[in-house]
């Protein structure tokens, strides 16, 4: 097996498969980290949760950027849809559904929505936040310090989930010399 390190000789992460739910979507829109996504992940979304992306395109007619760049990659096939075979009965449609997948799969879990995430972690599902994908973007030396905390700066998550990246990424830069 080769081993790739980034710029600090730290290990890379490896490509993973993940269930996607439409909260981490809509944040990496938001903070600008979706061009980086099928580089780490392989990304796996149930039928409810593109209805949830694209539900916009059927209400008013009119699709959303981030809605449009979803369709993009699910028309590309960037996305792949694949629906659990039992959805858990948790949470709303699209969490249950991506939990699911996630959970029979053997999937990473990509969600931002906080008390499906904590649960899934606590279920050892391995949950990841856009906070968390920010802070790995960081490890890996896809993002700089400033950038990183530009675009934890423009999340929609709980106080709480965003404190405690926003303080492994001050650790980090401060190991690195990156922060006083």
Do not use: C
Not at 61 to 75: D, E, K, S, V, Y
Not at 124 to 132: E, V
Request: proline content about 3%.
């Amino acid at each position: 097996m080769m081993l790739f390190l980034n710029k600090y000789g730290e290990r890379l992460m490896t490509k993973r498969n993940a269930a996607l739910d439409a909260s981490f979507w809509i944040n990496g829109y938001r903070s600008g980290i979706l061009d980086f996504l099928l580089s780490y992940f392989t990304v796996f979304v149930p039928s409810v949760v593109v209805e949830e992306v694209e539900h916009p395109s059927r209400v008013t007619g009119l699709l959303t950027p981030a809605g449009q760049l979803f369709r993009r990659w699910r028309l590309g096939e960037q996305v792949i849809v694949q629906d659990p075979e039992q959805p858990v009965d948790w949470f709303q449609l699209g969490e249950n559904a991506a939990i699911g997948l996630a959970l029979e799969r053997r999937y990473r879990l990509l969600i931002d929505d906080r008390a499906p995430y904590h649960l899934a972690k606590a279920r050892n599902l391995r949950a990841i936040s856009t906070a968390d994908f920010i802070l790995l973007l960081y490890v890996q030396g896809q993002l700089d310090y400033d950038e990183a905390q530009a675009k934890l700066g423009t999340l929609k998550i709980s106080e709480h989930m965003k404190r405690v990246v926003m303080h492994s990424l001050g650790r980090l830069a401060t190991k690195r010399g990156e922060r006083l």
